[in-house]
C-alpha cells in the first residue's frame, strides 16, 4: 500500500509518500518547504500569510513529486486539524480534489496522531545505534511535547488513545517561543534557546517546576515563564551579557526537561507500558531526549524518539499514520465530507 501525506497544519507545507507492509513503513519521498523566513519580520506565524505561501507551494510540490493521474497511490492521508485554520484548509481541499479525481480513498488525521506515529518511520535507519529498532508495541505511553501541546497520551493500540495528562496553561513549546522573545531571539524561538543554552549554566538559576510534586500527570509553565520574565526585569543590567542570557536559557530549559521527565517517568511506573514514545516539535530537543532516554532505560522501557527530520512537522509522519487508519476502511471518508477542525483532539 502506497499513502500521499499532506501536511499544511502551521507554516510548513509538505507532501510524502510512504509505502508499507505491515508495520514496516518505508518513506519513499518526504518533501518539507518551510516558511521560517517568511514569518521571521513578523516574529511568529501569520495565518493567512500561511495560507497564502501553502497554496503557492503546494501544487508545484505535487506536480514534482506524484503522477498526474495519481498513478501508483492507494489513499490519501491529510492533517484536518488542530492548527491555523487557514493553513489547515489548504491542505484539505487540496487533499478532497485529489481523492475525487483519482478515486482513491481519503484518510483524515489528527496532527497529533501524526506526531506518535513518526516513531514508525525510524526502523530502517535509526540514527542512534542505541535506541531499539523494532516497532513499539502496546501499551504505550506518548509525551506530545509542540508549541500548542504538552500532553501525556495512553496509546492501547492502533488509533486507541486516552489523554492521561495535559497543561493547565501554556504548552511547552509555547513556554520556549515566549522565554526566546524576552531574550531577543529571532522565530522560531524554541531551537533558538536550545542553542544559546549550550553554553550556559543550567544551574545558574532555579526557575520554578509546576505540578512537579502534584499527585497527577497534568503539567503548568505558566508560572515558568513568570519567573524567567522576573528574573530577567531583576538583571537589567545584565540583558546583553552573553553569558547571562546564556545561563538564563540553560536554566530554563533545565526546568522544562526536569518536569517532562518526571511526570513521563511517573506515567511509566503507573501504567507500566511496553513503550514510551517521545512525539512533537520539542522532542527535537537534545536535552530532553538524552534525559528521557536515560531515564526511560533505568525503568526498563523502550524508548522510541523519531529521527530529528521526522520529530517537526512534516507529511511522512500523516502518511504513516493513514498507512495505520487504511486498514479498516470506517476510517475512510467522503472528500465532500471533510473539514479542516482548527481545534480537533487526539482524544
Known amino acids: 500500500m502506497r499513502i500521499l501525506g499532506i501536511e499544511s497544519s502551521c507554516d510548513e507545507t509538505a507532501i510524502s509518500i510512504i509505502s508499507g507492509k505491515k508495520e514496516k513503513l518505508i518513506v519513499e519521498k518526504s518533501v518539507v518547504l518551510s516558511q ?10 501569520v495565518p493567512e500569510v500561511a495560507a497564502r505561501e501553502h497554496l503557492l507551494a503546494i501544487f508545484p510540490m505535487l506536480e514534482q513529486e506524484v503522477p498526474f493521474d495519481g498513478r501508483g497511490i492507494d489513499a490519501i492521508a491529510v492533517t484536518f486539524g488542530p492548527g491555523l485554520a487557514p493553513a489547515l484548509r489548504i491542505g484539505v481541499e487540496v487533499a478532497k ?29 535509526r540514527l542512534l545505534s542505541f535506541l531499539p529498532t523494532r516497532a513499539p ?4 505511553v506518548c509525551l ?40 531577543g531571539l ?5 531551537p533558538n534557546v536550545a542553542k544559546l543554552a549550550v553554553g550556559g549554566n543550567k544551574d545558574a538559576f532555579y526557575f520554578s517546576r509546576g505540578f512537579m510534586d502534584e499527585d497527577n500527570f497534568d503539567f503548568s509553565f505558566s508560572g515558568l515563564k513568570t519567573a524567567v520574565l522576573y528574573t530577567l526585569r531583576k538583571h537589567e543590567e545584565k540583558l ?11 536554566s530554563f530549559q533545565e526546568a522544562v526537561v526536569d518536569v517532562l521527565t518526571h511526570k513521563s517517568m511517573k506515567a511509566i511506573e503507573q501504567y507500566h507500558p511496553k513503550s514510551f514514545i517521545l512525539a512533537g516539535g520539542v522532542a527535537a530537543n537534545i536535552e530532553l531526549r538524552d534525559r528521557i532516554i536515560k531515564e526511560g532505560k533505568q525503568h526498563n522501557v523502550p524508548v522510541f524518539v523519531p529521527p530529528f527530520t521526522y520529530s517537526v512537522d512534516n507529511a511522512a509522519m500523516i502518511a504513516a499514520a493513514g498507512y495505520f487508519r487504511a486498514q479498516d476502511s470506517k476510517n475512510f471518508i467522503n472528500p465532500v465530507d471533510l473539514a479542516a477542525d482548527s481545534n480537533l483532539d487526539i482524544v
Open 36 to 45: 521560517i523566513q517568511t514569518h521571521q519580520k513578523y516574529g511568529g506565524v
Open 144 to 183: 506530545i511535547v509542540s508549541g500548542g501541546h504538552t500532553e501525556l497520551i495512553l496509546m492501547k493500540d492502533h488509533g486507541e488513545f486516552e489523554r492521561i495528562g495535559e497543561t493547565r496553561d501554556d504548552a511547552a513549546g509555547e513556554a520556549f517561543d515566549k522565554v526566546a522573545k524576552m531574550l
Open 97 to 125: 480534489t485529489l481523492a475525487l479525481c483519482w478515486g482513491v480513498p481519503l484518510i483524515p488525521i489528527c496532527h497529533m496522531e501524526g506526531h506518535i506515529y513518526a516513531c514508525w518511520l525510524s526502523n530502517e535507519k
Open 186 to 190: 529571532q522565530y522560531p524561538g524554541g
Open 137 to 140: 508495541k502496546f501499551p504505550a
Open 240 to 250: 546583553s551579557d552573553d553569558a547571562f542570557r546564556q545561563d538564563i536559557a540553560a
